[in-house]
Nanobody, 113 residues
Framework: QVQLVESGGGLVQPGGSLRLSCAAS????????MSWHRQAPGKERELVASIGAGGSSTNYADSVKGRFIISRNNWRNTVDLQMNSLKPEDTAVYYC??????WGQGTQVTVSS
């Protein structure tokens, strides 16, 4: 069982930036593919970005390509999501996950002026 704890959410103006971080408690973290998902009110949860176990393979939803960057540190057991040029439609609860098998509690991101 992998425990995941997100941090870094908050309120930001359109065009601003936020960095989310996820701390994982797992001896096998360096062997796990990781992902960030989000769920906006009234919408289904969607995959935002994923990163392979070694960190060299990344994938992004079309809606965030060029604005978000996923990264990981296998020494610290963390996976981060750098979010730039934020838009109101990025407002959602963001979740860290092991590609859908384990989930964190989520962190709220609100983009509003």
């Amino acid at each position: 069982q992998v425990q995941l704890v997100e941090s870094g959410g908050g309120l930001v103006q359109p065009g601003g930036s936020l960095r989310l971080s996820c701390a994982a408690s797992a001896f096998s973290f360096s062997t796990l593919d990781m992902s960030w998902h989000r769920q906006a009110p009234g919408k289904e949860r969607e995959l935002v970005a994923s990163i392979g176990a070694g960190g060299s393979s990344t994938n992004y939803a079309d809606s965030v390509k060029g604005r978000f960057i996923i990264s990981r540190n296998n020494w610290r057991n963390t996976v981060d999501l750098q979010m730039n040029s934020l838009k109101p439609e990025d407002t959602a609860v963001y979740y860290c996950s092991t590609l859908g098998n384990n989930w964190g509690q989520g962190t709220q991101v609100t983009v509003s002026s």
